[in-house]
């Protein structure tokens, strides 16, 4: 009984066993949860359609159309995603130390106003190198300053952070309101309010042979950037040790408070510059027009992302080309334009819902082996 029993123990180990496979299995979790969710999201509002008499199959048939179907939409698709990466880094770099901002769009918004203010008093002057360097700094700056608010709160004041920086959102875009409807309002435009705009020959160019702004190159560059920073350095190691366990952090001498309004303020400044390639790039001039959801769409892919800033990048692709058909949608099917918010509103809740099965199934949590004999 004894050789047999050794016999057993010492049988070779089914290869979806082995502590390699059972590695795959945990980390493909990741992966796999998001692209459930985005299943049942679609699947649930094809349901919404149907009580509709609308067609599913038409209009996720409109949507690659509208946002990869041609050349045309994949510009259209990236305009779009530019802002929603930089957007989406707001969330995730906070997220390292267990934060849960949602200001972007505020960051995003302040920080294109004061672009736009900045350039105000240079606009016409043919200094346009000058002028994008000061109005790339100061959106940088007060985005960075804006979030930053809300990491001192947070650690000073104890003040929940997914409050602050919603409320400092909507502050935000009420100043902008009030300084473009009053003080810095471009006379010469009677029609919407607005700040003086930048002659054509001002705004920053397209990238060759695609009809997109250099504001994607460097939206790509601040994924990579903030993978390294947060991935591949003390600093980033730091901060998720300190988003573990925050005591923990203290007691090993970690500057937890510096940590935390570092974080913030390079979050801040990722959503100022979206604002500053949408006034540089897309607008030339503050208005309403730069409240224009990119914010809160980046809370979506940043939790679709899981936090990751290589993955934020094709995620903020899709959902832009997602956002990108929405006139198409509108147009063939009689629907408003508003129907892709609600299908990310939709897919934001699924995918809330979904963050319980992370860690419970046993698909991807096989307990691993311990018998080494």
């Not at 409807?181 to 042979?209: F, H, Q, V, Y």
């Not at 997109?212 to 939206?219: M, N, P, S, T, Y």
């Not at 001039?285 to 980046?298: I, P, R």
């Not at 860690?359 to 096989?366: A, D, E, I, K, V």
Request: aromatic letters at 8%; hydrophobic letters at 55%; charged letters at 10%.
């Amino acid at each position: 009984m004894t050789d047999i029993a050794r016999s057993t123990a010492a049988a070779p180990q089914s290869i979806f066993d082995s502590d390699w496979m059972i590695r795959v299995r945990r980390g493909s979790e990741a992966l796999a949860i998001p692209i459930a969710a985005l299943l049942v999201s679609a699947l649930l509002f094809s349901v919404f359609l149907l009580a509709l008499g609308k067609s599913p199959a038409q209009f996720y048939q409109l949507i690659w159309l509208g946002g990869f179907g041609t050349g045309f939409s994949w510009s259209n698709t990236l305009l779009r995603a530019a802002p929603v990466m930089l957007t989406a880094l707001a969330v995730a770099i906070p997220a390292r130390l267990g934060l849960t901002m949602i200001g972007g769009e505020g960051a995003l918004v302040l920080g294109g106003f004061t672009a736009a203010a900045i350039a105000i008093p240079m606009i016409g002057g043919g200094a346009s190198i000058v002028m994008h360097v000061l109005m790339f700094a100061g959106a940088l700056a007060v985005g960075a300053a804006w979030v930053g608010i809300a990491g001192a709160l947070r650690q000073f004041r104890g003040v929940n952070e997914t409050i602050s920086t919603l409320l400092l959102s909507y502050i935000a875009i009420a100043i902008m309101n009030f300084f473009v409807e009053g003080a810095l309002r471009d006379p010469a435009d009677p029609n919407k309010p607005s700040t003086k705009a930048l002659e054509s020959a001002e705004m920053i160019g397209k990238l060759p042979g695609i009809d997109v702004h250099w504001g994607l190159v460097f939206a790509i560059v601040a994924c990579i950037a903030v993978y390294i920073l947060m991935f591949r350095t003390t600093f980033g190691f730091a901060c998720k040790i300190a988003g573990g366990n925050a005591r923990a952090a203290l007691a090993q001498g970690l500057p937890v408070g510096r940590l935390v309004i570092v974080a913030t303020l390079i979050a801040g400044a990722c959503a100022g510059m979206a604002g500053y390639f949408e006034i540089a790039a897309v607008h030339g001039k503050a208005n309403a027009s730069l409240a224009s959801g990119y914010g809160f769409t980046g809370i979506l892919v940043a939790f679709l992302a899981r936090q990751h800033p290589l993955a934020i990048m094709p995620v903020a692709i899709l959902f832009g080309g997602i956002a990108a058909a929405g006139g198409i949608i509108q147009r063939r099917m009689g629907l408003p334009d508003a129907t892709v918010l609600l299908l990310q509103g939709l897919t934001f809740v699924v995918l809330l819902a979904s963050e319980t099965f992370y860690g419970r199934l046993t698909l991807f949590n096989p307990k691993a082996r311990t018998d080494r004999t």
